[in-house]
């Protein structure tokens, strides 16, 4: 059963997010298989059919709630028999594991387009040593669904059901899923009751991981979770990256004409930053995109990164907000990035954020990756670590994205401790 929680438990803390893009299939996942059986019609999306969401949290707690998103759908979704259990492999659940989540008592919602709604909170004393486990999260959408809000580049398999179906989500079984993605729909953040600070971490497909392993949760954010964790700290590290992702561009986004990127940091900072609980720091690595494919002015970029800030700082007082270096991109095969001018500017933006003040304190992720011989990615760096190949020269492989969680300095991002 769900509950709202007592007087006196942990407060909540959000411990798993994903950004809201789209709708589908605007975005750039990795690995996708053929969704055309699950979806034959993108305009129509869903129809009636089971979601099997497979995710990890950072941290658990006494009890979650889980946060459904259509902030970039046209019509109301309506969500029925939302369960959430411990993932035990492929689309199955761990027997026992698996409840109903309702929304103000009821088994059903309905998420109007352009909002985001959170469930009931739910209590996990059920579960035994849930840390070691990732969570499913199930829930059926009933009728049509219309243009779908998803997260592409999930680089975690999850699950769904063929359409025109009844609901699956109370099976512990996998036979009801038969389609996988790689991809997260309309689910965009689940929370806990925990004490612990929650570090956002913000920014392009860099932090969302491009070029890391499906399924091996090895994006830096998660590196850097772990590394929290060994030294015997409780935090939770969320990612909120999305490739193709831009701080300026586009002004206004249109669902009818979506981007891969989706909207602007700038636009999204309401619902993947101030809209999150706990958020006690965040880690903003981004402006690449603004400049290779953008060509965005160096001026312009800072200018909207200023009022970036500004609206975190005023939506969450006395947050504290740390500036990533941007890594390297000189000689990537992505052309629009690749250039000596792109480099430059770069150069120039790093350099502002480590002298311009802005900032609570800045990660050198710029040397962590930078073979100083060549000012590109180090070599060893490039190759893709799940698709193969030798890489983009833009997208650090999980090598990579090792060296910079270790870059971080854990005394800066969470300096209570």
């Not at 492999?89 to 059903?108: C, E, H, K, Q, W």
């Not at 975690?156 to 059901?161: A, E």
Request: proline letters at 7%.
């Amino acid at each position: 059963m769900g509950t709202t929680g007592n007087k006196g438990d942990a407060p909540w803390a959000t411990v798993w997010t994903t950004a809201s893009q789209g709708p589908y299939p605007a975005g750039k996942p990795t690995a996708q298989p053929d969704l055309s059986f699950a979806f034959p019609d993108p305009a129509r999306g869903a129809c009636d059919q089971s979601f099997r969401m497979v995710l990890r949290p950072s941290l658990w707690g006494s009890h979650l709630r889980l946060r459904f998103s259509n902030a970039l759908g046209a019509r109301p979704i309506h969500l029925s028999d939302v369960h959430a259990g411990l993932h035990e492999g492929s689309s199955a659940v761990i027997a026992g594991t698996n409840r109903p989540v309702l929304f103000g008592g009821a088994s059903s919602v309905v998420v109007p387009p352009g909002a985001c709604i959170w469930s009931d909170a739910l209590s996990l004393a059920h579960l035994a040593e849930p840390e070691t486990r990732k969570l499913a999260v199930s829930f059926h959408v009933e009728g049509e669904s219309g243009p779908m809000t998803w997260h592409a580049k999930a680089l975690q398999t999850s699950y769904v059901s063929p359409p025109h179906v009844t609901s699956r989500c109370a099976d512990e079984g996998e036979a009801g899923f038969p389609y996988p993605t790689t991809s997260w729909f309309f689910l965009d953040a689940v929370d806990m009751r925990v004490d612990a600070p929650v570090v956002v971490c913000f920014g392009d497909s860099i932090t969302d991981g491009s070029a890391s392993t499906i399924n091996g949760d090895d994006r830096w954010p998660d590196v850097l979770s772990r590394r929290l964790r060994a030294a015997g700290l409780r935090a939770a590290v969320v990612n909120q990256g999305i490739g193709a992702n831009e701080v300026i561009f586009p002004a206004a986004y249109d669902i009818t004409q979506p981007t891969d990127g989706g909207p602007c940091a700038i636009e999204r900072i309401d619902r993947d930053v101030i809209g999150l609980s706990g958020v006690s720091t965040v880690i903003w690595l981004e402006a690449i995109n603004d400049f290779g494919r953008g060509e965005a002015r160096v001026e312009d970029v800072i200018t909207g990164l200023k009022a970036g800030v500004a609206r975190i700082r005023a939506g969450i007082p006395g947050v504290r907000v740390i500036a990533g270096f941007l890594t390297p991109a000189l000689g990537s095969t992505i052309i629009t990035h690749g250039s000596e001018i792109v480099d430059a500017k770069r150069c120039a933006y790093n350099d502002f954020l480590r002298d311009g003040g802005l900032f609570d304190g800045v990660i050198d992720f710029d040397a962590a990756t930078r073979d100083p011989a060549t000012g590109a990615l180090f070599a060893h760096m490039k190759p893709g670590s799940s698709i193969g190949g030798t890489g983009d020269g833009l997208h650090p492989n999980r090598l990579g994205y090792q060296a910079m969680a270790a870059a971080v300095d854990l005394d800066l991002i969470l300096p209570a401790r």
